[in-house]
């Protein structure tokens, strides 16, 4: 699909094609000699490895949404606090692939946390005593440093978060990405093609703006041939603290997440309403289960949660 | 590239939902109303928001321009065979004439969801290929004579921003608009992408800071619900000027879909005036 380097010369063939090294527009080019060797054909490495070090990890799953600011981070958070929360004895874990912008460790309250280095590879933090996470966040010197990585660079990061990573044994691994269709995605796809995915929860907002970009998520899943687990709404509604009357704060004028989902023959999985303690305790990486169990969003996520073990399971 | 624009503006913001395709698209069609000519360019590839925002999404079928037509037929076709057609359209086309929201061809916006001819269509695409869609939106667009270019742009810090920074350094870009929103999770991603300026040089005009309080329609209680004033402390401990701030306003949310300047439709709402402040701000600095 684009596997022609940055640099190539005008009319490469790309390195995955018959034609490589071979065509009229290879002569001179610098790396003609690995492309005829045939090597840049074979499988990346890194998708063995991936397998290998993932086998102990029954489900995998991606947390997509076209838009950026839909509750992705929020809903990951949620939903392996509720895996994590509901039974003690399924492990739970949260790999961070937003490489310019990570807010696991923000969320799950990680922050200032270093990951290890071991024989067995990197060891992910723990936030909870069967739940952990790994993020990019972690290995900055400082959070307030930049990633400033084209495609290839965060490819790598990938491979080495998916293939070095020593998770332990796992019943769940849920992927946080960042927003769009491109190389975060692209790579963990590819890594995780023989490693197996789950599937997909694909996250959205109520407002078309929003659905317009989560329409796309879903034709990319199709593309690249992932299923889709199910569509969540997050900021469905908004109560007003004081007067209880609710308010659409992001209006769905065009029919919202569950209107798509049957457009699109996806299942609807169920809508989180606005909350500003949600809000709060994210940003404050507390636990909203422990912190306002009685709150709305915490009873939205229970049969949201059961919903995702059946999908997994089924 | 770029000759006849006078000035460049970018609107970054390294999260992603705040309200950067919001803020552009308002922010050109106040620019429109003030009696400049406007240009917006939309380098969000994966997920384009300004051709909805702006109601444009029908629109390239009305446009008459020789090259235009051009350039239609040919991104009908697949995308696999995108890039060599591409290469082939811009000897054949020379310049793409961008959209115009209006007759009197005031603003005119590129983006790449006029090329697709589905809008569920995703484009999958990794870096390289972005890179070269964007310099081609940079040095092919026939912007013509406009005063101010808006630049909104995907979340993140990376290979469309590098592509856009490389690009802006031969011409002169009068600074980045930085949105966020108030909340942590999202200053937390914000101070990054302003570190990204800082490194490569863009100047910082300042930061707008979006959603900042719901005033509920029913009994007037202000709720911050992603929190408050996190933009103002942003700015103090960044040193970037705060610009102005703009209030969670489901209007905006529903005039703003439809191609309206809730500058000169609702002129008394905090969300009309927080952007007349912007405006000035932004005016203001060119006349100096």
Not at chain 1, 41 to 57: F, N, Q, Y
Not at chain 1, 75 to 103: F, H, K, Q
Not at chain 1, 164 to 186: A, C, K, M, N, R
Not at chain 1, 293 to 306: I, Q
Request: glycine share 8%; net charge negative; with cysteine.
């Amino acid at each position: 699909m684009a596997d022609k380097p940055q640099e190539a010369p005008e009319h490469c063939p790309g390195t995955q094609s018959q034609d490589a090294g071979k065509a009229s527009a290879c002569a001179g080019c610098p790396n003609q000699n690995i492309c005829s060797s045939g090597a840049t054909k074979l499988p990346d490495p890194g998708i063995a490895l991936v397998k290998e070090r993932l086998s102990s990890v029954k489900n995998k799953v991606l947390i997509l949404s076209g838009k950026g600011g839909v509750g992705k981070s929020t809903v990951t958070s949620l939903i392996s606090r509720g895996l994590a929360a509901e039974n003690i004895n399924r492990n739970v874990a949260v790999l961070d692939i937003d490489i310019c912008g990570p807010s696991q460790p923000r969320v799950l309250g990680a922050l200032g946390e270093q990951v290890h280095q071991s024989a067995s590879g990197w060891s992910p933090v723990f936030v909870e005593e069967n739940l952990s996470l790994m993020s990019i966040g972690f290995l900055l010197n400082d959070v307030n440093d930049a990633v400033i990585w084209r495609g290839p660079k965060k490819n790598g990061m990938i491979r080495q978060f998916l293939s070095e990573v020593d998770w332990g044994t796992l019943d769940y691994l849920i992927l946080d990405t960042p927003p769009g269709t491109s190389d975060e995605h692209l790579s963990a796809t590819t890594y995780l093609k023989e490693a197996g995915i789950t599937g997909a929860i694909i996250v959205t907002t109520p407002q078309e703006v929003a659905l317009l970009d989560v329409r796309k998520e879903i034709d990319f899943c199709r593309k690249v041939k992932i299923p889709i687990l199910g569509v969540v709404e997050n900021m469905s509604s908004f109560v007003c603290p004081k007067c209880k009357n609710s308010a659409e704060i992001f209006p769905a004028l065009t029919g919202g997440a569950k209107k798509m989902s049957e457009e699109l023959n996806v299942e609807f999985l169920g809508s989180l309403p606005l909350d500003p303690y949600l809000a709060r305790c994210c940003d404050e990486g507390k636990n909203i289960l422990e912190e306002f169990p009685e709150s709305p969003t915490v009873k939205a996520l229970h049969s949201l949660v059961n919903k995702i073990i059946e999908k997994c399971n089924g | 590239m770029l000759d006849g624009v006078k000035h460049i503006y970018l609107v970054l913001s390294g999260k992603g939902g705040v309200g950067k395709s919001t803020v552009s698209s308002q922010l050109a069609l106040a620019l429109k109303e003030a009696g400049f000519r406007v240009g917006l360019l939309d380098i969000d590839l994966c997920g384009p928001s300004i051709p909805y925002l702006l109601n444009l999404e029908d629109k390239d079928v009305h446009q008459s321009d020789e090259g235009y037509k051009n350039f239609n037929i040919f991104y009908k076709i697949e995308w696999t065979e995108l890039l060599n057609i591409l290469l082939m359209a811009i000897v054949l086309v020379y310049r793409w004439v961008p959209v115009y929201t209006d007759n009197d061809q005031k603003l005119a916006v590129m983006s790449i969801g006029f090329l697709l001819k589905n809008r569920n269509d995703s484009v999958v695409w990794r870096g390289p290929k972005k890179t070269s869609m964007i310099r081609q939106f940079l040095t092919d667009v026939a912007w013509q004579d406009i005063d101010y270019l808006i630049i909104d742009t995907p979340p993140g810090t990376s290979d469309e921003h590098i592509t856009v920074m490389e690009n802006l350094q031969t011409v002169k870009c009068d600074g980045a608009i930085i949105v966020t929103t108030p909340q942590a999770v999202a200053i937390d991603d914000v101070i990054k992408e302003i570190t990204f300026c800082k490194k490569t040089g863009i100047p910082i005009v300042g930061i707008v800071e979006n959603m900042s309080g719901f005033v509920c329609p029913t009994c007037s209680e202000c709720t911050n619900i992603f929190s408050s004033n996190g933009g103002i402390s942003l700015s103090e401990i960044t040193k970037v000027p705060f610009l102005t701030k703009i209030p969670i306003d489901p209007t905006i949310g529903k005039f703003a879909d439809k191609s309206q300047s809730i500058m000169k439709n609702f002129p008394d709402s905090p969300g009309a005036k927080a952007f007349t402040q912007l405006l000035e701000q932004i005016t203001k600095s060119k006349e100096a």
